[in-house]
Structure formats: structure tokens, C-alpha cells
């Protein structure tokens, strides 16, 4: 599964209910992003090849891993290249796996109030309003596009453990 939606949509929360739920792996996109923040600041030459080619090494190991139950958080931004999420759609399809795409929105005003909770920081998550707002009005987070998306969960208004379950529902189902 592939939760993309913007910054304190709620996608790690809900994916963390959502892998009890189905016994699915939790990808978090931040394992990746602060592994490379070690060596290279964000949004740097170095800091998008580097995650590139560990996301891509990850995501190339399907099928046959015996990990094809994976739940993947993303938020779509700047730094990551149009064509990275072309490969990930297109490669999984390639090799028979089936990514479904989840949508997790909230509301700004619910985003705006989860962006400072401390909570974020575990990650180096985004923690400051102000640079969301400049981020967000500069169009940081309009790229890169989702090709499809099969469901959209609104966490602003549901609690995390009934959004993973709609989720879970939703896909059973199809």
C-alpha cells in the first residue's frame, strides 16, 4: 500500500494502525530520509540521489522478497523527481504487484495544528508553521503527481484506528 498525502495528514499514525490491522510491514518514508540525512542535507544533489537509489534498491527487491506486504508513506514534495513515482507505479506493475494508492488528507487547519506537536521531531519532520506556510504557498508540495489514487481518507476527520479500518475494509473488498 502507498499513503501519500501532505505533511501531518496523519499517514504514519494511520499506517501504524493499519500494519496491526493487516499484519502489513510499515515503510515509513523517513527511515530512508533520515539514514541520508546523515550525510547529506536535505534537498541537496547528494540527499536526492542517495534516497533515489535506496528507495529504488527497497522497492526493486518485489516480487519475491517474501515483503510484498508493505505499507509505504509518502509525501509528494519537490525533491522527489517526477520520475521516481512514474518507476515505482509502472515498476510494480511490471512485476505484478499491486499498489494500491491511498489518499490521507486532513484539512489546514488540522494540518497546521499537528505540524508542531513534538511528536514530529522522532522523525526530523517538519515542526515549524511558518516554513509549512512558505513551503506550501511556494508550491513545494504540488510535485511530485500521484498517477492514481484508489481511496481518500480525510484523518481530520476520522481517528487513526477507523481510518486504518476503512482502509483495510476498502481494499478487502476490491
Same mark, same amino acid.
Given at each position: 500500500?502507498?499513503?501519500h498525502?501532505?505533511?501531518?495528514?496523519?499517514?504514519y499514525?494511520?499506517?501504524?494502525?493499519?500494519?496491526?490491522?493487516?499484519?502489513?510491514? %510499515?515503510?515509513?518514508n523517513h527511515v530512508?530520509?533520515?539514514e541520508?540525512?546523515k550525510?547529506?542535507?536535505?534537498?541537496t544533489?547528494? &540527499?536526492?540521489?542517495?534516497?533515489?537509489?535506496?528507495?529504488r534498491?527497497?522497492?526493486?527487491?518485489f516480487?519475491?522478497?517474501?515483503?510484498? /506486504? @508493505?505499507?509505504?508513506? &509518502? /509525501?509528494?514534495?519537490?525533491?522527489?523527481?517526477q @520520475?521516481?513515482?512514474?518507476? %515505482?507505479?509502472?515498476e510494480m506493475?511490471r512485476?505484478?504487484v499491486?499498489?494500491?494508492?491511498?489518499?490521507?488528507?486532513?484539512?489546514?487547519?488540522v494540518?497546521?495544528?499537528?505540524?508542531?506537536l513534538?511528536?514530529?521531531?522522532?522523525f526530523?519532520?517538519?515542526?515549524?508553521?511558518?516554513l509549512?506556510?512558505?513551503?506550501?504557498?511556494?508550491?513545494a508540495?504540488?510535485?511530485?503527481?500521484?498517477?492514481r489514487?484508489?481511496?481518500?481518507?480525510d484523518?481530520?476527520?476520522?481517528?487513526?484506528?477507523?481510518?486504518?479500518?476503512? @482502509?483495510a475494509?476498502?481494499?478487502?473488498?476490491?
Open positions: 500500500m502507498f499513503l498525502g501532505p505533511v501531518a495528514a496523519g499517514k499514525t494511520v499506517a501504524k494502525e493499519l500494519a496491526v490491522l493487516t499484519g502489513f510491514e %510499515l515503510y515509513h530512508v530520509v533520515d541520508v540525512l550525510q547529506h542535507s536535505f534537498g544533489p547528494g &540527499f536526492i540521489a542517495e534516497r533515489d537509489r535506496l528507495w534498491e527497497f522497492f526493486g527487491r516480487p519475491g522478497s517474501g515483503r510484498e /506486504n @508493505i505499507i509505504f508513506t &509518502f /509525501n509528494p514534495e519537490n525533491t522527489v523527481p @520520475i521516481f513515482i512514474d518507476w %515505482l507505479f509502472a506493475a512485476r505484478g499491486r499498489l494500491s494508492s491511498i489518499a490521507v488528507t486532513a484539512s489546514e487547519a494540518i497546521e495544528a499537528r505540524i508542531a513534538k511528536q514530529r521531531a522522532q526530523r519532520k517538519l515542526t515549524d508553521v511558518a509549512y506556510r512558505q513551503l506550501r504557498d511556494s508550491g508540495f504540488s510535485t511530485p503527481v500521484i498517477p489514487t484508489d481511496l481518500c481518507i484523518t481530520g476527520a476520522l481517528e487513526p484506528a477507523e481510518a486504518a479500518r476503512q @482502509i475494509e476498502h481494499f478487502r473488498r476490491h
